[in-house]
């Protein structure tokens, strides 16, 4: 067994007995915490890496009614766990309408899609409030929202999303439900599912502008973009992080027991590429973790659930939770590397 393997299971036996098992063995808190619990977690994923995938789910095309239904889905997971609603009027989920006229490039765009009208967007947004330092954040984000009902390829046009980005929506859910039900943190968690990435980051423009949390309380977001496969670029077992040398938030978070690299496809600009650049822009040190290795489904109806490398996948996430409960418990705040702020247009590789 080659070592990053050693570390990724030494590292989920300690981190998740301490943050999985407290809350989804039993509900009965006397309850011996002994089941297995990646296969728990595991089945998580699966179950909601099916609804999210689901052809009946359209391909949660941008602003469409499917976007809406996996949004409630989340909101609906959110409230169950008995966090805070981060969303409009004391509920989980925030709207926004799209801009109208939508910009010529996104009409051109849209018009190859589907043609429900597409007026409004959808976020699912929740929060664990911290128990010593709340008015700091840590926010964990992916998005709702692909291609949709879009043109036949093959014959097939559900554009599912399974990776894209159903994985990170799902390591999202799963994080909240790991960190809802454990000890809870010193510093806040805001949890965060944006709609209408795809189609220019409206979702994250609309939490930009109406927060849950003022923007300078947030000490850090992490995107989760398509983490459902491994990338042969990288060593097995180990995930991307976009900006790895713009900030030190990487070499922190892999001392702290993250298998992060540096996104090993800098021609790509993955970094400009997720909703974590809006937020980056702001100041905010929003990163992407990623383990997207090019593959050839990409933004294609093949991205289906049947690609999806489960084992991986859950290694993936369970691999992030002791890191994010260090920096949800600890006084460090990430900074800047000089000159490699998102405005700073060298080549930072
Ligand atoms: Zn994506």
């Known amino acids: 067994m080659p070592l990053p393997k050693i570390a990724a ?5 300690i981190a998740l007995p301490a943050f999985y098992g407290q809350g989804i063995q039993s509900l009965d808190s006397r309850a011996p915490r002994t089941a297995p619990l990646l296969p728990e977690l595991q089945r998580e994923i699966r179950a909601d890496m099916a609804f999210l995938a689901d052809d009946e789910l359209h391909g949660r095309g941008s602003a469409t009614r499917d976007e809406h239904i996996a949004a409630l889905f989340a909101a609906s997971q959110f409230q169950s766990l008995g966090l805070e609603p981060g969303g409009d009027n004391g509920t989980f989920l925030q709207k926004t309408l799209l801009p109208n006229p939508l910009p010529a490039d996104i009409k051109q765009r849209l018009s190859k899609f589907e043609d429900t009208p597409r007026r409004e967007t959808w976020n699912a947004i929740a929060i664990l409030r911290g128990t010593t330092s709340p008015n700091e954040v840590i926010l964990l984000t992916a998005h709702l929202d692909h291609l949709g009902i879009s043109p036949a390829v093959n014959g097939d046009t559900i554009y599912n999303g399974a990776d894209d980005d159903a994985s990170g929506t799902t390591a999202v859910l799963a994080l909240a439900h790991i960190f ?3 000890r809870h943190p010193s510093r806040t968690i805001v949890f965060a599912l944006f709609g209408s990435e795809e189609i220019g980051g409206f979702g994250n423009r609309a939490f930009l502008a109406h927060p849950p949390v003022p923007l300078t309380s947030i000490i850090t977001d992490l995107e989760f973009e398509m983490i459902g496969r491994p990338d042969p670029a990288v060593p097995a077992g180990t995930l991307w992080l976009t900006g790895f040398n713009r900030t030190n938030l990487g070499p922190e978070l892999t001392r702290h027991g993250a298998h992060l690299v540096n996104d090993p ?3 790509q600009h993955f970094f400009r590429r997720s ?6 822009l702001q100041g905010i040190i929003a990163q992407t973790i990623s383990s997207f290795g090019l593959h ?3 933004h294609q109806p093949s991205d289906k659930l049947r690609t999806i490398d489960f084992t991986h996948m859950t290694n993936a996430i369970s691999s992030m939770v002791a890191p994010i409960n260090w920096l949800s418990n600890t006084t460090w705040k990430p900074q800047w590397y000089l000159g490699r702020k998102p405005w700073h247009q060298a080549i930072i590789k």
């Open 9 to 13: 299971l030494l590292c989920i036996l």
């Open 296 to 298: 050839k489904d990409y």
């Open 265 to 267: 496809h800098f021609g």
């Open 275 to 280: 909703d974590n650049y809006a937020l980056a």
């Open 180 to 182: 809802a039900t454990g």
